[in-house]
Each structure stands twice: as structure tokens, then as C-alpha cells.
């Protein structure tokens, strides 16, 4: 067992411990917004070990704060060299 794995499994527990709202305002109060994005971080340090969950804020950065749609760039990139080929390079796939 990871020690990121008792680190979730700890964390976890405690919030479920410390989250004492009532039911009929569980999806109505802002605060349990947070429990569940916490709850979500603390199953991914469960099912991770601690090289990866350390590299975890990176990972969330990167995808809030995006630069571009890395997919369009990409499509964007092969449409422009399937349209002027490079002289001396392969043009089909075999």
C-alpha cells in the first residue's frame, strides 16, 4: 500500500467525518461543491501512487488554464503539410 494511498484514504475519512449537512440541502448549499471537488482530488490520490498524486497540482493547472486546444493545433499542423508536402518527403501512408 502507498503512503498516497493511506494519505487519501485519512483525508477522505475525515471529511466524510467533518460534512454534517442535512440531505435536503446537499445539492443546494455552495459548500458541498467543495466536498465533492475535494472528494474527487482525495479518490485520485487513492488511485495513484504518490509520484503521480505529487505531479497532481500540475496536472490540475494545466487543465484549468489551458493555452489552446492542443487537438485543433494539432488537425491545423496536418492540414497544412498534407496540403504543401515538404520536397523529398513522404506524402502517403502505407
Avoid: K
Avoid at 471537488?37 to 479518490?43: E, F, H, P, Q, T
Avoid at 494539432?74 to 523529398?88: F, L, N, T
Amino acid at each position: 500500500m502507498d503512503i498516497a494511498t493511506l494519505i487519501g484514504v485519512i483525508a477522505g475519512l475525515a471529511l466524510i467525518f467533518t460534512a454534517g449537512a442535512a440531505y435536503q440541502t446537499l445539492l443546494l448549499d455552495p459548500t458541498n461543491l467543495l466536498f465533492v471537488i475535494a472528494g474527487g482530488m482525495i479518490a485520485t490520490l487513492v488511485a495513484h501512487p504518490l509520484s503521480m498524486a505529487s505531479r497532481f497540482p500540475t496536472f490540475v493547472w494545466r487543465t484549468l488554464f489551458c493555452r489552446s486546444d492542443s487537438s485543433s493545433c494539432r488537425v491545423r499542423r496536418d492540414e497544412s503539410q498534407r496540403r504543401y508536402p515538404r520536397p523529398g518527403r513522404r506524402t502517403h501512408i502505407r
